[in-house]
């Protein structure tokens, strides 16, 4: 069920990955083929013991039916996803979207989006526009409004992103573009370049 009414959520059957937040109680799940990624709040019945589970937030669509890869139009914008393959949750709260899926790759880039971005319990589910633009980009030379490049970053198809407690992020890449190992961007907030990667 959808937080404020308005039916349900279905994600599709095979969905890639998921990230827990906190104590479990919300998790962000990768909604690949419908190119979106949703969280659901209240899995552990604790935030609302009267009801389960429900979907407050999705993020790449404006409304639930809408599925197309970057809502429909011809590149990548701020608050659209392709084929979204992966998220992750820093240390500090912050959301990893890998926005990048499939063997030829799609928008090639990791959107962030800063702590205190969500709240917490909106009375109804919010969607991409409610939400607004990400913080930050990898692999776009910070823009929004293009996908990932190899003049701004040689080796940008992220398909699996973590990152540690220093801050330090880590992508695996998509090996159909070109680059076969993990990179290491030691700092992201300082730099969007990859410093490092984690060869054979």
């Not at 069920?1 to 906190?22: I, K, M, R």
């Not at 969280?39 to 019945?45: E, K, L, P």
């Not at 609302?48 to 999705?58: E, H, K, L, Q, T």
């Amino acid at each position: 069920p959808v937080a404020g009414g308005g039916g349900t959520h279905a994600a599709w059957a095979d969905f890639l990955d998921f990230a827990v937040v906190g104590s479990g109680d919300r998790i962000w799940i990768a909604d690949r083929n419908a190119s979106r990624v949703f969280r659901i709040s209240n899995v552990d019945g604790l935030e609302d013991p009267r009801r389960g589970p429900y979907v407050d937030i999705v993020l790449g669509q404006n409304n639930l039916t809408d599925d197309k890869v970057n809502q429909g139009k011809k590149s990548c914008g701020p608050r659209t996803l392709a084929w979204a393959y992966n998220v992750g949750i820093s240390p500090d709260g912050e959301l990893l979207i890998s926005d990048n899926g499939g063997e030829c790759g799609t928008d090639q880039r990791i959107l962030i989006y800063g702590p205190g971005r969500f709240p917490a319990r909106p009375d109804k589910c919010l969607f991409a526009d409610d939400i607004g633009d990400p913080d930050r980009v990898i692999g776009t030379g910070g823009r929004l409004d293009v996908p990932g490049s190899a003049t701004e970053d040689p080796t940008c198809s992220p398909f699996q992103v973590g990152i540690s407690a220093r801050g330090t992020l880590v992508a695996g890449m998509n090996a159909y573009a070109g680059q076969r190992f993990p990179l290491v961007y030691l700092d992201p907030k300082k730099s969007t370049q990859p410093q490092m990667a984690l060869g054979d």
